[in-house]
C-alpha cells in the first residue's frame, strides 16, 4: 500500500467536511444535489482514493530494479 492504514482512514474522515463542502459550492452555482446524489460522490471519491492506495507503485519499482543490476 502506498499509504499506512491509518493515514487512510484520516484522509478519508478529511473527506467528510469537504464533500459536504461541495455540496453547499455546488448549490451555490444553481446545481442541486439530493443527499442520494452527495453519497454517491462520497462514495466514488473514497473509492478513488481506495484504488490509488491498492495500486502498486509503478515508480518505486523501477528504482528498486536499478540498484539490483
Do not use: Y
Amino acid at each position: 500500500m502506498r499509504i499506512s492504514r491509518g493515514g487512510l482512514l484520516v484522509v478519508i474522515a478529511v473527506m467528510v467536511p469537504i464533500v459536504i463542502e461541495l455540496r453547499t459550492v455546488f448549490v451555490h452555482l444553481g446545481v442541486d444535489m439530493s443527499i442520494a446524489e452527495t453519497g454517491l460522490l462520497a462514495a466514488v471519491m473514497v473509492g478513488a482514493l481506495l484504488a490509488w492506495a491498492i495500486a502498486p507503485d509503478i515508480r518505486g519499482r523501477k528504482r528498486s530494479n536499478e540498484g539490483s543490476e
